[in-house]
């Protein structure tokens, strides 16, 4: 079955460092990958959309990377701040045009 | 400000009731959605609607309902058949059921707890 991976650990970065997290996924082949914030107690918020033929997609201080032979995306945060500090969910295209959902891995931005 | 609108924020359900979480978007989406969202699992779909009066079972379907008789609205109703309902509720839309280039917009969430 399709499944992704998100690392389950918290991830504790020291504010101005770049945060790098993984989504992985086996027995797929999605034609994009989706990126979001989430915040406690709120609903996800759209980040980045990447597609399978794009190596890499940037925006301000995100950079998203597809790699579709390693079946994985690595999500990118350079000068972190602690306003960063969520948890970051990854989403790729199913079938039925449903999208499929990683897990979320949580970001801590140390001051 | 348009966005998407759910109520109420949390809901305490008693055992054998029924209970109705509001969703409402001034977006002018056509599509929209109903996830669960448990601690340690990714968000799963429970039913979404690509028009008004039509609406599709998602994953995990047995024990909801819901309905579309306006664009604008998407209540999702628990029944007592759901053994299990406590989870983070959310309500998303989409400008259509094609995702190649779009993105979802998500409510605030509902937390429903059982008494």
Redesign the interface.
Same mark, same amino acid.
Do not use: P
């Given at each position: 079955s399709q499944k992704i991976e998100q690392n389950s650990e918290a991830l504790n970065i020291q504010e101005g460092k770049t945060a790098t997290l993984t989504c992985n996924y086996t027995n797929y082949s999605p034609a994009y990958l989706q990126w979001y914030r989430q915040d406690p107690g709120r609903g996800p918020v759209f980040l980045l959309l990447i597609r399978e033929n794009e190596k890499e997609k940037r925006k301000e201080r995100l950079k998203v990377t597809f790699d579709t032979t390693l079946k994985q995306s690595l999500f990118h945060i350079t000068a972190s701040q602690p306003a960063d500090s969520a948890t970051y969910l990854c989403a790729l295209d199913g079938s039925n045009y449903q999208l499929i959902w990683g897990a979320g891995t949580k970001l801590i931005i140390k001051p | 400000d348009g966005g998407?609108t %759910?109520s109420p924020k949390y809901l305490f359900r008693k055992e054998g009731q029924n209970v109705t979480l509001s969703c409402e978007q001034n977006l002018n989406h056509d599509a929209m959605y109903w996830y669960r969202q448990d601690p !340690? %699992?990714? /968000? #799963? /779909?429970i039913y979404?609607s690509q028009i008004v009066n039509d609406f599709q079972k !998602?994953d995990i379907a047995e024990g909801y309902s819901v309905s579309r008789e306006k664009k604008e609205s998407f209540p999702l109703t628990v029944t007592s058949a759901q053994k299990n309902p406590t989870a983070f509720y959310?309500c998303?839309s989409s400008y259509g /059921?094609? #995702?190649?280039?779009e993105?979802? *917009? *998500? !409510?605030? !969430?509902t %937390?429903l707890s059982v008494l």
């Open positions: - | 998407i %759910q !340690g %699992q990714g /968000l #799963r /779909l979404y !998602g959310l998303a /059921l094609d #995702r190649a280039n993105k979802l *917009f *998500f !409510g605030s !969430g %937390q």
